[in-house]
Protein backbone atom coordinates (compact mmCIF):
# COMPACT_ATOMS: atom_id res chain seq x y z
CA UNK A 1 0.00 0.00 0.00
CA UNK A 2 0.73 3.79 -1.03
CA UNK A 3 2.26 6.37 1.87
CA UNK A 4 -1.65 7.95 1.09
CA UNK A 5 -3.76 4.66 2.19
CA UNK A 6 -1.59 4.58 5.06
CA UNK A 7 -2.27 7.50 6.33
CA UNK A 8 -6.01 7.50 5.45
CA UNK A 9 -6.24 4.47 7.63
CA UNK A 10 -4.49 5.98 10.77
CA UNK A 11 -6.46 8.91 10.08
CA UNK A 12 -9.70 7.03 10.24
CA UNK A 13 -8.83 4.93 13.55
CA UNK A 14 -7.99 8.95 15.19
CA UNK A 15 -11.59 10.22 14.09
CA UNK A 16 -13.12 7.06 15.20
CA UNK A 17 -11.57 8.12 18.70
CA UNK A 18 -11.62 11.82 18.63
CA UNK A 19 -8.56 13.05 17.12
CA UNK A 20 -7.96 14.34 14.02
CA UNK A 21 -5.82 14.33 10.78
CA UNK A 22 -3.45 16.68 11.63
CA UNK A 23 -2.56 14.69 14.48
CA UNK A 24 -1.62 11.13 12.49
CA UNK A 25 0.60 12.50 10.17
CA UNK A 26 2.51 9.45 9.06
CA UNK A 27 5.76 10.29 10.42
CA UNK A 28 7.70 8.17 13.23
CA UNK A 29 8.40 9.36 17.07
CA UNK A 30 9.50 13.15 17.40
CA UNK A 31 12.74 11.92 19.25
CA UNK A 32 16.18 11.51 17.19
CA UNK A 33 18.47 8.95 18.30
CA UNK A 34 21.98 8.64 16.00
CA UNK A 35 21.65 4.51 16.13
CA UNK A 36 17.59 4.67 15.37
CA UNK A 37 18.26 3.91 11.22
CA UNK A 38 20.68 1.31 11.84
CA UNK A 39 18.64 -0.74 13.80
CA UNK A 40 18.56 -4.63 12.73
CA UNK A 41 15.07 -6.02 12.39
CA UNK A 42 15.03 -9.79 12.50
CA UNK A 43 11.30 -10.36 10.84
CA UNK A 44 9.99 -14.05 11.82
CA UNK A 45 6.73 -15.90 13.03
CA UNK A 46 4.48 -16.78 15.87
CA UNK A 47 1.70 -18.51 16.62
CA UNK A 48 -0.34 -21.28 15.29
CA UNK A 49 -1.09 -19.00 12.27
CA UNK A 50 2.50 -17.86 11.40
CA UNK A 51 1.97 -14.33 11.76
CA UNK A 52 4.60 -12.10 11.49
CA UNK A 53 6.83 -10.48 14.30
CA UNK A 54 9.21 -7.83 13.91
CA UNK A 55 12.45 -7.65 16.28
CA UNK A 56 14.14 -5.00 16.96
CA UNK A 57 17.77 -5.79 18.16
CA UNK A 58 19.92 -3.05 20.01
CA UNK A 59 23.12 -2.49 18.68
CA UNK A 60 26.69 -4.21 18.90
CA UNK A 61 27.54 -1.58 21.78
CA UNK A 62 24.86 -3.23 23.79
CA UNK A 63 26.63 -6.64 23.94
CA UNK A 64 24.73 -9.67 22.29
CA UNK A 65 22.36 -9.65 25.62
CA UNK A 66 19.97 -10.97 26.57
CA UNK A 67 18.42 -7.95 26.64
CA UNK A 68 14.77 -6.63 28.06
CA UNK A 69 11.60 -6.32 25.13
CA UNK A 70 9.28 -3.71 25.35
CA UNK A 71 6.06 -5.42 22.93
CA UNK A 72 4.15 -2.74 21.24
CA UNK A 73 0.68 -3.96 21.87
CA UNK A 74 -1.47 -4.23 18.84
CA UNK A 75 -4.99 -4.17 19.86
CA UNK A 76 -6.69 -3.63 16.46
CA UNK A 77 -7.10 -6.86 13.94
CA UNK A 78 -5.26 -5.88 10.64
CA UNK A 79 -8.90 -6.25 8.80
CA UNK A 80 -9.95 -2.74 10.67
CA UNK A 81 -7.07 -1.02 8.10
CA UNK A 82 -6.92 -1.36 4.45
CA UNK A 83 -3.25 -0.13 4.72
CA UNK A 84 -2.31 -3.79 6.56
CA UNK A 85 -0.90 -4.62 9.58
CA UNK A 86 -0.23 -1.20 11.95
CA UNK A 87 3.11 -2.83 12.90
CA UNK A 88 4.38 -1.22 9.30
CA UNK A 89 2.97 2.40 10.48
CA UNK A 90 6.03 4.48 10.82
CA UNK A 91 4.70 5.39 14.52
CA UNK A 92 5.39 2.30 15.68
CA UNK A 93 8.53 1.08 13.31
CA UNK A 94 10.32 4.07 15.07
CA UNK A 95 9.66 3.87 18.27
CA UNK A 96 10.72 0.43 17.97
CA UNK A 97 13.63 1.37 17.23
CA UNK A 98 14.30 3.95 20.00
CA UNK A 99 13.57 1.59 22.27
CA UNK A 100 16.16 -0.64 20.40
CA UNK A 101 18.81 2.00 20.22
CA UNK A 102 18.43 2.44 24.04
CA UNK A 103 19.58 -1.21 24.73
CA UNK A 104 16.38 -2.82 24.93
CA UNK A 105 14.47 -5.01 21.86
CA UNK A 106 11.45 -3.58 20.04
CA UNK A 107 8.98 -6.07 18.91
CA UNK A 108 5.68 -5.21 16.58
CA UNK A 109 3.50 -7.66 15.06
CA UNK A 110 0.65 -8.59 13.00
CA UNK A 111 -2.69 -9.71 14.41
CA UNK A 112 -5.85 -10.88 13.69
CA UNK A 113 -6.98 -11.61 17.31
CA UNK A 114 -5.15 -8.98 19.06
CA UNK A 115 -6.62 -10.10 23.15
CA UNK A 116 -5.02 -14.17 22.19
CA UNK A 117 -2.32 -13.01 19.66
CA UNK A 118 -0.67 -10.70 22.57
CA UNK A 119 0.11 -13.98 24.99
CA UNK A 120 1.43 -15.64 21.68
CA UNK A 121 3.83 -13.56 20.97
CA UNK A 122 5.17 -13.02 24.58
CA UNK A 123 5.13 -17.20 24.76
CA UNK A 124 6.80 -17.07 21.90
CA UNK A 125 9.68 -14.22 22.77
CA UNK A 126 9.98 -16.39 25.89
CA UNK A 127 10.98 -19.80 23.72
CA UNK A 128 13.60 -18.11 21.85
CA UNK A 129 16.90 -17.66 24.23
CA UNK A 130 18.84 -17.54 20.74
CA UNK A 131 17.59 -14.08 19.75
CA UNK A 132 18.96 -12.58 22.86
CA UNK A 133 16.03 -11.62 24.97
CA UNK A 134 15.62 -12.26 28.58
CA UNK A 135 12.32 -13.67 28.89
CA UNK A 136 12.00 -12.20 32.33
CA UNK A 137 12.23 -8.86 31.63
CA UNK A 138 9.30 -7.98 29.10
CA UNK A 139 7.32 -4.54 29.25
CA UNK A 140 4.33 -3.19 27.16
CA UNK A 141 3.46 0.01 25.23
CA UNK A 142 0.07 0.27 24.12
CA UNK A 143 -1.71 3.72 23.25
CA UNK A 144 -5.04 5.09 22.38
CA UNK A 145 -7.75 2.24 21.43
CA UNK A 146 -4.80 -0.72 22.05
CA UNK A 147 -5.43 -0.05 25.63
CA UNK A 148 -7.99 -2.22 26.56
CA UNK A 149 -6.16 -5.31 24.78
CA UNK A 150 -2.63 -4.28 27.10
CA UNK A 151 -5.06 -4.07 30.48
CA UNK A 152 -6.71 -7.18 29.59
CA UNK A 153 -3.05 -8.83 29.14
CA UNK A 154 -1.29 -7.72 32.70
CA UNK A 155 -4.81 -8.57 34.75
CA UNK A 156 -5.56 -12.11 33.05
CA UNK A 157 -1.51 -13.49 32.07
CA UNK A 158 -0.01 -14.13 35.80
CA UNK A 159 1.98 -17.10 33.90
CA UNK A 160 3.28 -14.56 31.49
CA UNK A 161 3.82 -11.28 33.59
CA UNK A 162 5.00 -8.02 32.25
CA UNK A 163 7.36 -6.14 34.33
CA UNK A 164 6.37 -2.44 33.21
CA UNK A 165 3.39 -1.38 31.40
CA UNK A 166 2.91 2.29 29.52
CA UNK A 167 -0.04 3.83 28.05
CA UNK A 168 -0.49 6.35 26.10
CA UNK A 169 -3.61 8.81 25.55
CA UNK A 170 -4.92 5.40 25.68
CA UNK A 171 -9.06 4.41 26.35
CA UNK A 172 -9.11 2.34 29.39
CA UNK A 173 -12.38 0.67 30.88
CA UNK A 174 -12.37 0.54 34.23
CA UNK A 175 -14.06 -2.72 36.37
CA UNK A 176 -17.57 -0.37 37.38
CA UNK A 177 -18.19 -0.37 33.50
CA UNK A 178 -18.15 3.17 33.42
CA UNK A 179 -19.19 4.55 29.85
CA UNK A 180 -19.11 1.10 28.67
CA UNK A 181 -21.96 1.78 26.50
CA UNK A 182 -20.00 4.60 24.80
CA UNK A 183 -16.29 2.48 25.06
CA UNK A 184 -18.45 -0.14 23.24
CA UNK A 185 -19.82 1.95 20.26
CA UNK A 186 -16.50 3.61 19.86
CA UNK A 187 -15.01 -0.23 19.47
CA UNK A 188 -17.66 -1.76 16.54
CA UNK A 189 -16.67 2.23 15.11
CA UNK A 190 -13.41 1.89 14.90
CA UNK A 191 -12.63 -1.59 15.40
CA UNK A 192 -10.38 -1.92 18.53
CA UNK A 193 -10.75 -5.49 20.28
CA UNK A 194 -12.37 -5.02 24.04
CA UNK A 195 -12.25 -7.83 26.16
CA UNK A 196 -14.63 -7.78 29.03
CA UNK A 197 -13.51 -7.96 32.55
CA UNK A 198 -14.05 -11.02 33.65
CA UNK A 199 -14.29 -12.89 37.52
CA UNK A 200 -10.89 -13.02 38.66
CA UNK A 201 -9.12 -10.72 36.94
CA UNK A 202 -7.09 -8.38 38.86
CA UNK A 203 -4.16 -5.58 38.27
CA UNK A 204 -0.94 -6.91 39.95
CA UNK A 205 -0.21 -4.47 42.56
CA UNK A 206 3.85 -4.55 42.22
CA UNK A 207 3.07 -3.80 38.28
CA UNK A 208 4.44 0.23 37.75
CA UNK A 209 2.42 1.90 34.93
CA UNK A 210 3.44 5.24 33.73
CA UNK A 211 0.37 6.36 31.94
CA UNK A 212 0.95 9.87 29.60
CA UNK A 213 -3.00 11.80 29.43
CA UNK A 214 -3.01 14.39 26.56
CA UNK A 215 -5.00 17.21 27.70
CA UNK A 216 -6.31 18.51 24.41
CA UNK A 217 -7.32 14.45 23.21
CA UNK A 218 -10.69 15.98 21.01
CA UNK A 219 -12.15 12.51 22.65
CA UNK A 220 -14.46 13.29 26.06
CA UNK A 221 -14.97 9.62 26.24
CA UNK A 222 -11.35 8.33 25.97
CA UNK A 223 -10.17 11.40 28.79
CA UNK A 224 -13.06 10.51 30.98
CA UNK A 225 -11.99 6.58 30.63
CA UNK A 226 -8.16 7.70 31.96
CA UNK A 227 -9.25 10.34 35.02
CA UNK A 228 -12.02 7.16 36.24
CA UNK A 229 -8.39 4.58 35.33
CA UNK A 230 -6.40 6.82 37.22
CA UNK A 231 -8.98 7.08 40.48
CA UNK A 232 -9.39 3.62 39.84
CA UNK A 233 -5.71 2.49 40.59
CA UNK A 234 -4.93 5.04 43.06
CA UNK A 235 -7.88 3.38 45.02
CA UNK A 236 -6.56 0.23 44.60
CA UNK A 237 -2.78 1.30 45.74
CA UNK A 238 -1.63 0.26 42.22
CA UNK A 239 1.81 1.23 41.37
CA UNK A 240 1.07 4.09 38.68
CA UNK A 241 2.58 7.30 37.58
CA UNK A 242 0.00 9.77 36.13
CA UNK A 243 1.86 12.39 33.38
CA UNK A 244 -0.34 15.02 32.34
CA UNK A 245 0.26 16.81 29.16
CA UNK A 246 -2.00 19.76 29.01
CA UNK A 247 -1.08 21.20 25.55
CA UNK A 248 -1.00 17.78 24.18
CA UNK A 249 -3.15 16.21 21.52
CA UNK A 250 -3.74 12.23 20.81
CA UNK A 251 -0.36 11.05 19.43
CA UNK A 252 1.61 14.29 20.50
CA UNK A 253 5.01 11.84 20.17
CA UNK A 254 4.89 12.38 16.80
CA UNK A 255 3.40 15.49 15.82
CA UNK A 256 3.91 17.68 19.01
CA UNK A 257 6.77 18.93 17.90
CA UNK A 258 7.85 20.40 21.84
CA UNK A 259 10.45 20.30 24.22
CA UNK A 260 7.61 18.67 26.50
CA UNK A 261 7.11 16.16 23.75
CA UNK A 262 10.70 15.09 24.18
CA UNK A 263 10.63 15.27 27.64
CA UNK A 264 7.82 13.00 28.02
CA UNK A 265 9.37 10.56 25.41
CA UNK A 266 13.04 10.52 27.61
CA UNK A 267 10.98 9.98 30.50
CA UNK A 268 9.32 6.80 29.13
CA UNK A 269 12.34 5.47 27.91
CA UNK A 270 13.87 6.06 31.08
CA UNK A 271 10.78 4.31 32.89
CA UNK A 272 10.84 1.35 30.42
CA UNK A 273 15.00 0.84 31.27
CA UNK A 274 14.37 1.33 35.11
CA UNK A 275 11.96 -0.85 35.16
CA UNK A 276 13.34 -3.70 33.09
CA UNK A 277 16.98 -4.31 33.95
CA UNK A 278 16.33 -5.57 37.34
CA UNK A 279 12.69 -5.42 38.60
CA UNK A 280 10.94 -7.85 40.88
CA UNK A 281 7.96 -10.37 38.76
CA UNK A 282 4.44 -8.29 39.44
CA UNK A 283 2.11 -10.49 41.90
Same mark, same amino acid.
Given at each position: ???????????????????????????????????????? #??????????????????????????? $????????? $???????????????????????????? #??????????????????????????????????????????????????????????????????????????????????????????????????????????? #?????????????????????????????? #???? $???????????????????????????????????? $??
Amino acid at each position: MGRRQIRWAITAFAIALGGSPASVASQGVLYAHPEAPSIR #VLSMTFGEDAQEMDVYRPPATFGDGPH $PVVVFVMGF $PDSSFPSGPLKNHPHYTSWARLVAAHGM #VGVTYATSSPASDLPAVVSTLRSQPDLGIDGERIGLWAASGNGPVALKYVRASPSLPARALVLYYPLLPTPDGYQLAAIEAMSTRSGFELPPYEAGDAYPTTLPMYL #VRAGQDRSAELLSSIDQFAAFAVRENLRIT #VRNY $PEGHHSFDSTDDTDETRQIIAETLGFLRRHLQSAPR $PR
